[in-house]
């Protein structure tokens, strides 16, 4: 409860400092700080009811601050909320495996996954290093595909393997034409990565048919569609709102895939 009250004192101290520049801000800022107070909000309603425990909430407000820093340009902020989402929600998974007491590799895979997304979004962070960012998530992917694959075997839907796979080759080929020479295939070579984990992922409900797996499966989903926004972003077309929404389905995904995945029983 201690936690809880100064989660609402920091609240209060967001909301007056927001009040404060109100009038100089343009709209869509103001749209993006409202946006994350309400996250913030939501976050904090959720822990004083026991809904979400203390790193819960910390991610959920650090995801917020993160893109909202990023939106607005506030670079420096960025660099210290954009590895601070990704930090937390690894403690949040190293907790919940001793708690859990589980044992095997299913965690020691799913914090690989997170550290590799946390080196990937570093990488993203600083021009000239998008290579480096690449690979990291790729490989990322890879221990997300190897941890989905515990107790339900290799692709376990044929449907959704053909389903994913024809998604990344329509999302591949709408990008041909504007993606660098050099690019072409290691990018190529990405979409069918995050087209596998996604078919795992989503084979996996069908055989463990529980709203864990789906959630998960979902949030797999959401970081599909978080590189497709990155790479048309980047390499097609400029998106309005890019950084909101890049991120915000970015964090949608790893924490879903953080908070609900678990070793089948």
């Given at each position: 409860?201690?936690?809880?009250?100064?989660?609402?004192?920091?609240?209060?101290?967001?909301?007056?400092?927001?009040?404060?520049?109100?009038?100089?801000?343009?709209?869509?800022?103001?749209?993006?700080?409202?946006?994350?107070?309400?996250?913030?909000?939501?976050?904090?309603?959720?822990?004083?009811?026991?809904?979400?425990?203390?790193?819960?909430?910390?991610?959920?407000?650090?995801?917020?601050?993160?893109?909202?820093?990023?939106?607005?340009?506030?670079?420096?902020?960025r660099h210290v909320f954009k590895p601070l989402t990704i930090l937390i929600a690894m403690l949040f998974v190293a907790k919940s495996a001793r708690f859990?007491?589980?044992?095997?590799?299913?965690?020691?895979?799913?914090?690989?996954?997170?550290?590799?997304?946390?080196?990937?979004?570093?990488?993203?962070?600083?021009?000239?290093?998008?290579?480096?960012?690449?690979?990291?998530?790729?490989?990322?992917?890879?221990?997300?595909?190897?941890?989905?694959?515990?107790?339900?075997?290799?692709?376990?839907?044929?449907?959704?393997?053909?389903?994913?796979?024809?998604?990344?080759?329509?999302?591949?080929?709408?990008?041909?034409?504007?993606?660098?020479?050099?690019?072409?295939?290691?990018?190529?070579?990405?979409?069918?990565?995050?087209?596998?984990?996604?078919?795992?992922?989503?084979?996996?409900?069908?055989?463990?048919?529980?709203?864990?797996?789906?959630?998960?499966?979902?949030?797999?989903?959401?970081?599909?569609?978080?590189?497709?926004?990155?790479?048309?972003?980047?390499?097609?077309?400029?998106?309005?709102?890019?950084?909101?929404?890049?991120?915000?389905?970015?964090?949608?995904?790893?924490?879903?895939?953080?908070?609900?995945?678990?070793?089948?029983?």
């Amino acid at each position: 409860m201690c936690f809880a009250g100064l989660q609402f004192l920091a609240l209060l101290g967001g909301a007056a400092i927001f009040l404060w520049f109100a009038d100089d801000l343009p709209l869509a800022q103001s749209a993006l700080w409202v946006g994350t107070l309400t996250a913030a909000m939501w976050a904090t309603d959720a822990l004083m009811q026991g809904r979400i425990g203390m790193l819960e909430a910390l991610m959920v407000e650090a995801a917020a601050l993160a893109i909202a820093t990023s939106a607005a340009g506030l670079v420096e902020l960025r660099h210290v909320f954009k590895p601070l989402t990704i930090l937390i929600a690894m403690l949040f998974v190293a907790k919940s495996a001793r708690f859990t007491g589980a044992r095997g590799n299913f965690f020691t895979f799913l914090l690989a996954a997170l550290a590799c997304s946390l080196a990937g979004d570093v990488f993203l962070m600083f021009p000239g290093h998008f290579m480096a960012g690449l690979v990291s998530f790729m490989v990322a992917h890879l221990f997300y595909i190897v941890l989905f694959r515990q107790g339900v075997g290799w692709f376990p839907s044929r449907p959704a393997l053909m389903a994913t796979l024809a998604v990344g080759v329509l999302v591949y080929a709408a990008l041909w034409a504007s993606l660098p020479p050099a690019l072409r295939g290691p990018l190529g070579a990405y979409m069918v990565v995050i087209a596998l984990m996604v078919a795992q992922a989503l084979g996996r409900v069908t055989v463990l048919r529980d709203k864990a797996s789906l959630w998960v499966a979902m949030g797999a989903c959401f970081f599909m569609l978080s590189d497709t926004l990155l790479a048309t972003n980047r390499f097609a077309i400029a998106l309005p709102m890019a950084q909101t929404l890049v991120l915000s389905t970015y964090y949608t995904a790893q924490i879903l895939m953080e908070r609900h995945a678990r070793p089948p029983a």
